[in-house]
């Protein structure tokens, strides 16, 4: 499974295009800005896009997905809990399969009720859940931080150490990490008790 990680929008984020090396099929995950661009690394390695993937519905990971669809003919993929329009609909423990790759779905609300992490072939697409040394906002509607910290804390923190992370936002030192380097130096990731969550976020 190759990941093109690519920069777009000036908030930071990170559009992916996924693909499986051996069928030349692949995914789009959370495509907003920089278009031209999506679809310049899909024609230059001959990708056929079976899904858009959103891991979560807020617009700077949806607002390309009209567009997208259009160029592609590629359905609309989101988390059942989704608000907006989408084609299919996926839950925890599903899996979204492309070529002789899957990825699987882990429902990780916190940020959103709708937020979801795929895991697969040693990595883990983290969307607006966890950065590299934070977490996504719990203020946004839809929020919830002990949301979060359960996903944060009984979820996240139990992955293989080894796991490549590839958050939906470039907000850390580096553009990816581990889950391993991530259970080590990332504040929201330290074992403490939910109300001791609450205090770090600001909440008491």
Not at 68 to 96: C, F, M, R, W
């Amino acid at each position: 499974m190759k990941v093109h990680q690519v920069p777009v929008g000036n908030m930071q984020n990170f559009t992916y295009i996924v693909e499986d090396e051996t069928t030349s099929e692949g995914i789009i995950i959370d495509p907003s800005w920089e278009l031209d661009e999506i679809m310049r690394v899909v024609q230059k390695n001959n990708i056929k896009v079976k899904y858009i993937v959103n891991t979560h519905h807020h617009f700077d990971h949806t607002i390309g997905n009209d567009t997208i669809k259009n160029e592609t003919g590629a359905p609309i993929l989101q988390y059942k809990t989704s608000t907006i329009k989408h084609d299919l609909e996926v839950s925890d423990g599903d899996t979204i399969k492309f070529g002789d790759s899957e990825l699987t779905v882990i429902h990780t609300p916190g940020h959103s009720k709708d937020s979801m992490c795929l895991v697969g072939d040693g990595k883990i697409f983290s969307g607006d859940t966890l950065f590299v040394g934070a977490c996504g906002r719990v203020d946004l509607p839809g929020g919830d931080v002990r949301e979060m910290y359960h996903s944060l804390v009984n979820i996240l923190r139990k992955m293989d150490d080894n796991l490549v992370m590839y958050p939906g936002h470039d907000y850390g030192s580096t553009p990816t990490s581990t889950m391993g380097a991530q259970k080590k130096m990332n504040f929201v990731m330290q074992p403490r008790t939910e109300a001791e969550f609450l205090e770090i976020m600001g909440i008491s």
